[in-house]
């Protein structure tokens, strides 16, 4: 069975950049940028509908949102690639915001 990602939009990444831009120019881990999104009020209650819709937990959502970003931020594709910066740290990725 294939796990259907379909509902990885552009509104996922917007909420992984505001997260990152509103930190410090400190790299953030990957675990601790998907908490953070789970932190975040806006964020969170978005990742608790697609939970619910997806029949997972709200952390592995969160965890898929950050995949999802890094997964954009590597395939140099985007517009706003060069605004953000990512370094492997302890065989995890870890990100940071270049315009903070």
């Given at each position: 069975?294939?796990?259907?990602?379909d509902w990885l939009?552009?509104?996922?990444?917007?909420?992984?950049?505001?997260?990152?831009?509103?930190?410090?120019?400190?790299?953030?881990?990957?675990?601790?940028?998907?908490?953070?999104?789970?932190?975040?009020?806006?964020?969170?209650?978005?990742?608790?509908?697609?939970?619910?819709?997806?029949?997972?937990?709200?952390?592995?959502?969160?965890?898929?949102?950050?995949?999802?970003?890094?997964?954009?931020?590597?395939?140099?594709?985007?517009?706003?690639?060069?605004?953000?910066?990512?370094?492997?740290?302890?065989?995890?990725?870890?990100?940071?915001?270049?315009?903070?």
């Open positions: 069975m294939s796990l259907n990602t939009n552009d509104d996922f990444v917007r909420m992984v950049r505001k997260v990152l831009d509103d930190e410090s120019s400190e790299f953030i881990g990957h675990d601790a940028l998907a908490v953070k999104l789970l932190n975040d009020s806006d964020s969170a209650a978005i990742v608790q509908q697609v939970a619910i819709k997806q029949g997972k937990s709200s952390n592995w959502v969160a965890e898929m949102i950050v995949s999802h970003f890094s997964r954009l931020l590597a395939a140099e594709q985007t517009t706003w690639r060069n605004q953000y910066e990512r370094v492997r740290k302890s065989n995890r990725w870890a990100y940071r915001s270049l315009t903070t």
